[in-house]
């Protein structure tokens, strides 16, 4: 397993400002991912978060808005550029080390006025 | 988009019944995995079967797939309050990139004490 802390655990902020979400994890890992869930929503991936490389984003997301670091084998930001309330979300990041489970931070409520 | 479909959206029951989710999902999977989210929180991975299996237990829960029909179904025995929590199953996805994972919609399940 792999334990994995993000900050902040809650946010609350105006439109068109932006906030980066840290991800740290207590040990090295292949693959980490961040996701977004909406309101009632299940969970969407918006990228992974390649080590030494630009992120991969899904269809839907791009990088001007959710800009992602990935310094390191245990470390990760999201960026939420811009925000507007439809941003008002659950972003979680996670991590996988092979073809199977991923483990998944404790989230970071964002609620954008 | 997303592949998986849980049924029902909602259920309520009484402590010390069984609660059964189901799971739908279209396309060829390498594996299913059910996840818990308590309360927005942070997901708890719970238990993962593969293609080629078609049962799994893992202390109270039991999980099927029948990947003739796209299915899989979590069965939670004897329920406990502290089971309320939203379930979702998320597939790997056969010739999908390593280590995505497609989430369905989730179950809310309310165990009343």
């Known amino acids: 397993s792999a334990v994995i802390s993000q900050k902040p655990s809650r946010d609350i902020c105006q439109r068109g400002t932006s906030l980066t979400i840290q991800c740290q994890v207590d040990?090295?890992?292949?693959?980490m991912f961040w996701y977004r869930q909406q309101p009632g929503q299940s969970l969407t991936l918006i990228a992974t978060?390649?080590?030494?490389?630009?992120?991969?984003?899904e269809s839907g997301f791009v990088i001007d808005k959710f800009p992602i670091s990935r310094p390191n084998l245990t470390f990760s930001t999201l960026t939420v550029s811009n925000m507007s309330p439809e941003d008002s979300s659950i972003y979680l990041c996670?991590?996988?080390?092979?073809?199977?489970?991923?483990?998944f931070g404790p989230g970071t409520r964002l609620l954008v006025l | 988009s997303q592949q998986g479909e849980e049924d029902p959206q909602a259920l309520s029951i009484q402590e010390g019944e069984n609660a059964t989710m189901n799971c739908s999902y279209k396309?060829?999977?390498?594996?299913l995995q059910w996840y818990r989210q308590n309360s927005g929180r942070g997901l708890v991975h719970l238990i993962l079967?593969?293609?080629?299996?078609r049962e799994k237990h893992s202390g109270r829960l039991r999980v099927t797939l029948d990947t003739s029909k796209k299915s899989s179904s979590l069965l939670i025995t004897a329920s406990r309050a502290a089971d309320t929590a939203s379930y979702f199953c998320?597939?790997?996805?056969?010739?999908?990139?390593?280590?995505?994972?497609?989430f369905g919609k989730g179950t809310l399940l309310t165990v009343n004490p």
């Open positions: 998320a597939t790997d996805d056969r010739g999908g990139s390593n280590y995505k994972l497609t």
């Open positions: 040990s090295q890992v292949t693959m």
């Open positions: 079967i593969r293609s080629n299996e």
């Open positions: 978060a390649n080590q030494g490389s630009e992120a991969t984003y």
């Open positions: 396309t060829s999977i390498n594996n």
């Open positions: 996670s991590v996988g080390r092979s073809r199977e489970t991923q483990y």
